[in-house]
């Protein structure tokens, strides 16, 4: 595993004041105690002030989910706020930590063991140190729509504004939201921009030819199979969109980054970072950061790879690397091991140039916000 110099945990769940969480007089009200199961996957981008900005998705969980033999999950509801509600136990399977199965439906049917809303924490130039925690402008569910919750923030900025996709999960569908600023910290909700299992939305930091560019990644119980002899592996990969306004997108005729028939430690791909104009390996391209998932028990094995796309055409890809450059260190997450409840998975979210290195953003173990400082000449 490749070491760097500058690589720690800055953000965890016992930094978070639950006290002024959205959901604190919701679940008061329903008698429930809860706890943050992970404070992880940051968007990230850098404010005005120089500071750099971590949108951490907080993992709020109820401490007893089940009881008087229901399983019990948390919902925001247009009429009473935040409410549990119960399912019968014997129809869960609560194998997988972060959600739970209801079976009997005739299809796979989830519902999830906490629920997510977004919390801005301010930190240095240099992403190191805290330096405020902006409760005040902390965002959570505000329609049925999000009612299960608002994950894992992409921020992109272009000129003066700012723009976040965030995933919305419900009932209604599991689509990607649109929220943007002027300033990075106050944020105006702008609707739905891709519709039902449609998320991973990585917005490119910069036009081509008059149209933004984005990363996505649709979801699906299954996918048809390449030619036995292909390069290409069936499953989830990186596809890409096109949009005249940030509002109306148009799916790119040419498949992305897919996954390769000769590893199985990619089978599965999804976008990390959004994509950022720059040089490295000797090339001027947009640089992404993604995720590859080794199939491995429940959640799989996470790491982060990257490549770098063509500057007029996102669809080809001009340098990269077979080889992680990051993976989980359980180095970091060892003083932690009583919270632990998933391993092997570093989940990458933001980038930001700092002259002469990156400043990268994860969520390691979905637990933590882990910040990596990586060398520019690591990218050959």
Request: aromatic share 8%; net charge negative; proline share 7%.
């Amino acid at each position: 595993m490749t070491q760097f110099a500058v690589d720690r945990l800055v953000f965890t769940p016992a930094d978070v004041d639950l006290s002024r969480s959205p959901l604190a007089e919701g679940m008061a009200r329903c008698d429930a105690e809860t706890y943050v199961l992970g404070a992880f996957n940051p968007g990230m981008t850098r404010l005005p002030n120089g500071n750099l900005l971590l949108m951490v998705r907080i993992a709020e969980a109820l401490r007893t989910p089940i009881f008087d033999d229901h399983v019990h999950s948390i919902r925001w509801d247009s009429e009473e706020g935040y409410v549990l509600d119960a399912w019968p136990a014997e129809l869960a399977d609560t194998a997988d930590p972060r959600q739970f199965k209801l079976h009997g439906g005739g299809w796979k049917i989830l519902a999830l063991t906490s629920l997510s809303w977004l919390l801005p924490v301010e930190l240095s130039e240099d992403g190191l140190e805290v330096v405020a925690v902006h409760y005040d402008k902390a965002i959570a569910p505000q329609g049925t729509h999000q009612c299960y919750g608002v994950e894992d923030a992409r921020i992109s900025k272009i000129g003066d504004r700012y723009l976040m996709t965030t995933c919305t999960v419900s009932p209604e569908r599991h689509a990607t939201t649109l929220y943007t600023s002027d300033n990075g910290l106050d944020w105006t909700f702008d609707g739905l921009v891709l519709d039902h299992q449609n998320k991973d939305m990585l917005v490119f930091e910069g036009l081509i030819d008059g149209q933004y560019w984005a990363q996505t990644r649709p979801l699906g119980d299954h996918f048809f199979a390449y030619p036995p002899k292909s390069e290409w592996r069936a499953g989830p990969s990186i596809n890409l969109a096109t949009s005249p306004d940030m509002v109306h997108w148009r799916p790119h005729l040419i498949p992305g980054i897919r996954p390769s028939a000769g590893t199985v430690a990619t089978a599965r791909r999804g976008g990390g970072s959004p994509p950022i104009l720059t040089d490295v390996a000797g090339k001027r391209g947009w640089l992404t950061l993604w995720h590859g998932v080794e199939p491995k028990e429940i959640v799989g094995v996470y790491r982060t790879y990257w490549s770098l796309l063509d500057p007029d055409d996102p669809a080809t890809v001009i340098a990269g690397s077979d080889d992680p450059l990051i993976e989980a260190n359980r180095d970091l997450t060892a003083v932690h091991e009583d919270v632990m409840y998933v391993r092997d998975v570093v989940f990458t979210t933001g980038i930001a140039d700092a002259g002469d290195h990156f400043v990268v953003a994860s969520g390691e173990a979905d637990l933590a916000c882990r910040i990596t400082h990586i060398p520019k000449g690591a990218f050959a």
